[in-house]
């Protein structure tokens, strides 16, 4: 029984103690919550200066001169991004090609090829399995989804490779076309 009666003493004396603290947790709590309110209320206030401040009218210009500077600084970085978006949209540009010179046909492996070589070493492969998804791509089958998804990844790594790239020798790219980096500034 005294275990009992000592629980329940311990209990009410802790429950005690943190009802007796609790209004001085509430005003801590309350004054973070007051800088907290403020800060992203000014944050609110700045954005909406930001964005009154714009001249709408002018966007389509300034874009326009904006797209131009970049492509007259950076024309490789330039034509990246268009062979990527072509890639991306049209990936068979890309893959047909490509596994045409591996030696996977609309046929079936064209003789004396990578294909070819890679099924006299290892066998045709499982149903289903690279090979077989990487030739029925190539014959128009249930592989050109596969091929087509690995490509379009592939075009969406490269290119965003291309934009956080950062620049070489500490140039910074707006200033210096042998930077090599590809960041897009905001003009915000």
């Not at 596994?99 to 990578?114: D, E, I, M």
């Not at 791509?137 to 990844?153: C, D, H, K, P, S």
Request: glycine share 10%.
């Amino acid at each position: 029984m005294d275990y009992v009666t000592n629980f329940f003493t311990s209990f009410s004396a802790g429950t005690t103690k943190v009802l007796s603290d609790m209004p001085n947790h509430l005003k801590a709590m309350s004054s973070k919550t007051q800088i907290l309110k403020d800060s992203t209320q000014t944050s609110l206030e700045d954005l909406k200066d930001k964005l009154v401040a714009i001249k709408y009218e002018e966007l389509p210009k300034q874009a326009k001169d904006y797209i131009r500077t970049y492509v007259k600084e950076h024309p490789y970085q330039t034509a990246f991004h268009i062979v990527n978006g072509v890639i991306y949209f049209t990936p068979a540009t890309l893959t047909y090609p490509v596994l045409s010179l591996l030696g996977f046909t609309s046929h079936g492996p064209r003789a004396a090829s990578v294909a070819s070589g890679i099924m006299s070493v290892f066998g045709t492969g499982a149903a289903r399995g690279v090979l077989a998804t990487v030739q029925s791509a190539a014959m128009g089958g249930y592989g050109v989804g596969a091929v087509n998804g690995l490509t379009r990844a592939g075009s969406v790594l490269a290119g965003a490779a291309q934009l956080w790239r950062p620049a070489r020798d500490g140039k910074d790219d707006a200033q210096s076309t042998e930077g090599g980096g590809g960041q897009i500034k905001s003009k915000l």
